[in-house]
């Protein structure tokens, strides 16, 4: 399984951009998938995840209500929506996967990375 992340790009405060990861490969298996991020000088933190069974979706404090995490009802896309963007949210955003079961938050949980894909908020 590979993941592919895209959408990220230069923005200002208070605009909106949609990440997409697109999952690829022969796996049958469902999985739970994650959002990352990390700035420079910082270590990389949860964002929101979407489980494949059991438990619920997850958003860090910092993004909630202004981003939503979704997929595509057929686990080969997730998506994330971030509204309202913030120079704080200036990172490298990641994608992950998991085959756990569950709300899983810490990124060791995840198996499957994509590539990151930046993301610049001016004020």
């Known amino acids: 399984v590979q993941l592919q992340a895209s959408g990220g790009g230069l923005v200002q405060a208070g605009d909106s951009l949609r990440l997409s990861c697109a999952r690829s490969?022969?796996?049958?298996?469902?999985?739970?998938m994650g959002w990352f991020r990390q700035a420079p000088g910082k270590e990389r933190e949860v964002v929101a995840t979407?489980?494949?069974?059991?438990?619920?979706?997850y958003y860090a404090d910092s993004v909630k209500g202004r981003f939503t995490i979704s997929g595509d009802g057929t686990g080969n896309m997730v998506y994330l929506q971030m509204n309202s963007l913030k120079p704080e949210d200036t990172a490298v955003y990641y994608c992950?996967?998991?085959?756990?079961?569950?709300?899983?938050?810490?990124?060791?949980?995840?198996?499957?990375w994509g590539q990151g894909t930046q993301v610049t908020v001016s004020s």
């Open positions: 992950a996967a998991t085959a756990s079961w569950g709300t899983r938050v810490r990124s060791l949980d995840y198996d499957i």
């Open positions: 490969g022969r796996t049958f298996r469902r999985l739970g």
């Open positions: 979407i489980p494949w069974s059991g438990g619920s979706i």
